[in-house]
């Protein structure tokens, strides 16, 4: 069964920047889409960012021209850059590939 397992999360104040990471088990992970979610406290959990495969990325509009996906297939590692941060990003950041979810990582903006 593969394994995601978050990192990177963390207190940044307004304005600020945050990169996160998910790395996978197993060598299927080059093959599948992935994509970030979050879940702030009381609201159901929303993608972030998504990126297929062969790189294409999307984004919702909430976080579009802060946020950024990748990935390197090679390190079985995708990444969220965030930029610009604002309160309302605050929340529990997921990564999620063919029906497997990471534990989660904590990220709040707040001065």
């Known amino acids: 069964q593969v394994q995601l397992v978050e990192s990177g999360g963390g207190l940044v104040q307004p304005g600020g920047s945050l990169r996160l990471s998910c790395t996978a088990s197993?060598?299927?992970?080059?093959?599948?889409?992935l994509g970030w979610y979050r879940q702030a406290p009381g609201k159901g959990r929303e993608l972030v960012a998504r990126?297929?495969?062969?790189?294409?990325?999307s984004y919702p509009d909430s976080v579009k021209g802060r946020f950024t996906i990748s990935r390197d297939n090679a390190k079985n590692t995708a990444y969220l850059q965030m930029n610009s941060l604002k309160p309302e990003d605050t929340a529990v950041y997921y990564c999620?590939?063919?029906?497997?979810w990471g534990q989660g990582t904590q990220v709040t903006v707040s001065s």
């Open positions: 999620h590939q063919n029906g497997n």
């Open positions: 197993g060598n299927i992970f080059s093959i599948y889409a």
């Open positions: 990126i297929t495969g062969d790189g294409y990325t």
